[in-house]
T-cell receptor
């Protein structure tokens, strides 16, 4: 079986700071996703990528950049952290238009 | 734009009872229907999926889909405390890599 590793697990930033979250998968899946989950709520799509060097914007892409330089990795940058922002960022991968496999998330707090 | 709604927002069910969770969607062309389960502090995991009208059973879990009514549901027979989690429904169209997610139902099974 494969695994999705997200780093860091916890991220504390300052208002206005640029913050980068990383995701690695060893499933050899083509498609990767970044979602934002606010406390106890559903998932909102930030970016997805259907292959290496491809990037597609989701509904929540404003304020974020993404990068997929290798098939196995997908990174997300918060371009300017917002004060009091608190959310979990979930990375996922999928072999196609099929089930998603998720990492455990990066919990972001902005002071 | 696909709209996915879940009900109820939260639910408390006694151990051993039957649990019913609901999801409605707005796009009648939707093709893939999923239920995911997320235990507190953990990654969401795919629970069950259905792709055509009708019913599918896996162990204690049954999924119903009625495309004409734009509705699908998850039923849990003999609910256990370990079933306590956030349940997320998701819908996708065939030609789209995106899943559209409901906002979740928080389920608590009381011993």
């Amino acid at each position: 079986g494969g695994i999705i590793t997200q780093t860091p697990k916890f991220l504390i930033g300052q208002e206005g700071q640029k913050l980068t979250l990383k995701c690695q998968q060893n499933f050899n899946h083509d498609t990767m996703y970044w979602y934002r989950q606010d406390s106890g709520k559903g998932l909102r799509l930030i970016y997805y990528s259907i292959t290496e060097n491809d990037l597609q914007k989701g509904d929540l892409s404003e304020g974020y950049d993404a990068s997929r330089e290798k098939k196995s990795s997908f990174s997300l940058t918060v371009t300017s952290a917002q004060k009091n922002e608190m959310a979990v960022f979930l990375c996922a991968s999928s072999p196609g238009i099929q089930r998603l496999f998720f990492g455990h998330g990066t919990k972001l707090s902005v002071l | 734009q696909q709209n996915v709604q879940q009900s109820p927002e939260s639910l408390i069910v006694p151990e051993g009872a039957r649990t019913s969770l609901n999801c409605t969607f707005s796009d009648s062309a939707s093709q893939y229907f999923w239920w995911y389960r997320q235990h507190s502090g953990k990654a969401p995991k795919a629970l069950m999926s259905i792709f055509s009208n009708g019913e599918k059973e896996e162990g204690r879990f049954t999924i119903h889909l009625n495309k004409a009514s734009l509705h699908f549901s998850l039923h849990i027979r003999d609910s256990q405390p370990s079933d306590s989690a956030l349940y997320l429904c998701a819908v996708s169209a065939h030609s789209n890599y995106q899943l559209i997610w409901g906002s979740g139902t928080k389920l608590i099974i009381k011993p």
